[in-house]
């Protein structure tokens, strides 16, 4: 049998002078602009991370996160709709919303239908 994976249970994030733990059912997504990774909860509250998108996505259950794109790491229960986008691409809808678009690519469009359906 070989040895079962351990993803991250849960990410500490900084509140003014105090350290708080934030459990990975309560992420929506992680998402990263101008060179700061932000963790957002599920109530729309962020906080930005010391780990990278890359780093982060190590880290979390890929059955839970996907990769959407360079920028966002999303969790399977914040994808609110799946538009067909232009050559194939894929535009999400998020809970919550996440200024700007959020597009999967024409390559990793199959891989995103197949671990939305749950048959990773």
């Known amino acids: 049998m070989g040895q079962r994976t351990q993803y991250r249970q849960r990410f500490l994030v900084s509140q ?9 059912e309560e992420i929506a997504y992680f998402y990263s602009e101008n060179k700061v990774t932000r963790l957002v909860r599920t109530d729309g509250v962020w906080f930005a991370i010391g780990e990278t998108l890359e780093e982060v996505g190590e880290q979390v259950d890929p059955r839970r996160f996907f990769r959407a794109n360079r920028q966002v ?3 399977i229960e914040s994808v609110v709709t799946v538009h ?5 691409k894929l535009k999400l809808t998020l809970n919550p919303v996440l200024s700007g678009e959020v597009v999967v690519s024409r390559e990793r469009a199959d891989s995103f239908r197949a671990w939305l359906s ?3």
């Open 16 to 24: 003014r002078d105090s350290i708080k733990p934030v459990p990975v």
């Open 73 to 75: 790491l999303v969790r």
């Open 84 to 88: 067909k986008y232009f050559n194939g």
């Open 118 to 120: 749950g048959s990773v």
